[in-house]
T-cell receptor, first 113, second 118 residues
Framework: DGGITQSPKYLFRKEGQNVTLSCEQNLNHDAMYWYRQDPGQGLRLIYYSQIVNDFQKGDIAEGYSVSREKKESFPLTVTSAQKNPTAFYLC????????????FGPGTRLTVT | GDSVTQMEGPVTLSEEAFLTINCTYTATGYPSLFWYVQYPGEGLQLLLKATKADDKGSNKGFEATYRKETTSFHLEKGSVQVSDSAVYFCALSDMTPHSGGSNYKLTFGKGTLLTVNP
């Protein structure tokens, strides 16, 4: 089945540690996205990538980094510089053409203590 | 810039009641419009979409019509079920320029929590 996988579902880290969230898609989509979701705030765009080896900052990129070495993969690193990293993180992909929807993964809930 | 405003929740209904969740938008171009649904602890799923004025998107008994004159895309369902309890997001996709070119990013509303009681 085609889709987007994110792993792990739950992640716990100590403050000051970097952590990398995985996102893989087999939909052959060019564009991939990372969002952060906090209660009552909807979704906020962290980074997005339209093609391999290229990515753009979203609205809240500070404290995060990404890479796009393969079309299928778009990992997100939450660095120790991110002040409030505890959140639900969603990865998505699309064809990046007019009228096409984004497909979302199941999400990773990160808790930093 | 683009923005989406949807009615604040939470919305609580009894089973078989009529549902409306209002959504209005502002956009610089000619956007496509979407409704997504999120069940607890899960990612978002596309519920329906419309890509041009007067188009009606529909799925699983839900409907929404793209109204360019009122810049609206209200979600409706004639008879809700307990299983419809979820958070609903209205979103628009519009061509957005950036330093490397342009792309079709989604702009989301804040979401509306719907609870349907038996």
């Amino acid at each position: 089945d085609g889709g987007i996988t994110q792993s792990p579902k739950y992640l716990f880290r100590k403050e000051g540690q970097n952590v990398t969230l995985s996102c893989e898609q087999n939909l052959n989509h060019d564009a991939m996205y990372w969002y952060r979701q906090d209660p009552g705030q909807g979704l906020r765009l962290i980074y997005y990538s339209q093609i391999v080896n290229d990515f753009q900052k979203g609205d809240i990129a500070e404290g995060y980094s990404v890479s796009r070495e393969k079309k299928e993969s778009f990992p997100l690193t939450v660095t120790s510089a991110q002040k409030n990293p505890t959140a639900f993180y969603l990865c998505a992909s699309s064809r990046d053409r007019r009228g096409y929807e984004q497909y979302f993964g199941p999400g990773t809930r990160l808790t930093v203590t | 810039g683009d923005s989406v405003t949807q009615m604040e929740g939470p919305v609580t209904l009894s089973e078989e009641a009529f549902l409306t969740i209002n959504c209005t938008y502002t956009a610089t171009g000619y956007p496509s419009l979407f409704w997504y649904v999120q069940y607890p602890g899960e990612g978002l799923q596309l519920l329906l979409k419309a890509t041009k004025a007067d188009d009606k998107g529909s799925n699983k008994g839900f409907e929404a019509t793209y109204r360019k004159e009122t810049t609206s895309f209200h979600l409706e369902k004639g008879s809700v079920q307990v299983s419809d309890s979820a958070v609903y997001f209205c979103a628009l996709s519009d061509m957005t320029p950036h330093s490397g070119g342009s792309n079709y990013k989604l702009t989301f509303g804040k979401g509306t929590l719907l609870t349907v009681n038996p």
